[in-house]
């Protein structure tokens, strides 16, 4: 799936959900590479809800949101759609 971010500096999270239910190949489109590489590392193969349990309602600074927070959005509406 392919997720159009919103307030942050990545422009789109990629990703794929396996029939297990767990997160796959997350990679971001611009942001802090190192870092979001890092994320994607560690949530490989995490079961989704988990995912989105410990990664929303992060903030970047000063701003209400922030790439794992998106990121934790992108698998909700997945899981919703």
């Not at 789109?12 to 971001?28: A, C, G, P, T």
């Not at 590392?41 to 410990?54: P, S, T, Y």
Request: net charge neutral; glycine share 12%; charged share 20%.
């Amino acid at each position: 799936m392919d997720y159009k971010t919103s307030g942050v500096c990545s422009q789109k999270i990629s990703f794929d959900i396996d029939n297990e239910n767990k997160v796959r190949n997350v990679s971001f489109i611009g942001g802090c590479s190192g870092n979001l590489q890092g994320i994607g590392r560690l949530i490989d193969g995490m079961e989704v809800h988990e995912a989105i349990e410990r990664l929303q309602g992060i903030r970047c600074g000063f701003k209400s949101t922030s790439c794992p927070d998106q990121l934790a959005k992108a698998l909700s509406q997945a899981i919703n759609a």
